[in-house]
């Protein structure tokens, strides 16, 4: 079975940091494009950022730019999105995806062929 599991998320006051990565099973992410979406309670599943497989194009949602940043080690078969200058709008739980279409600004999730179980970002006093 083709997996992709995230970790690292946690209880963090705001301006804090964390970093979320996200492991694969079954598969390898290097002819992946991987994308991180994140899901608050009664709200609609939102892209924060992608990178294309070549490690090199990354995009990244305006509410987190200049604090996020994306990055990925195929020698690990791992993904990780370093998150700074936490808010407490950056609470949701967090999930990790592949695709096999190049990462875009837009963030389709129809784009993304596996998903994770997501993990659960808290950022508050």
């Known amino acids: 079975q083709l997996q992709l599991v995230e970790s690292g998320g946690g209880l963090v006051q705001p301006g804090g940091s964390l970093r979320l990565s996200c492991a694969a099973s079954?598969?390898?992410?290097?002819?992946?494009?991987i994308g991180w979406f994140r899901q608050a309670p009664g709200k609609e599943r939102e892209g924060v950022s992608c990178?294309?497989?070549?490690?090199?194009?990354?995009d990244y949602a305006d509410s987190v730019k200049g604090r996020f940043t994306i990055s990925r080690d195929n020698a690990k078969n791992t993904v990780s999105l370093q998150m700074n200058s936490l808010k407490p709008e950056d609470t949701a739980v967090y999930y990790c995806?592949?695709?096999?279409?190049?990462?875009?600004?837009?963030?389709?999730?129809?784009?993304?062929?596996?998903w994770g179980q997501g993990t659960q970002v808290t950022v508050s006093s």
């Open positions: 995806a592949a695709s096999t279409y190049a990462c875009s600004g837009l963030f389709f999730v129809a784009e993304y062929d596996y």
């Open positions: 990178i294309n497989n070549n490690g090199v194009e990354t």
């Open positions: 079954g598969f390898t992410l290097d002819y992946y494009a």
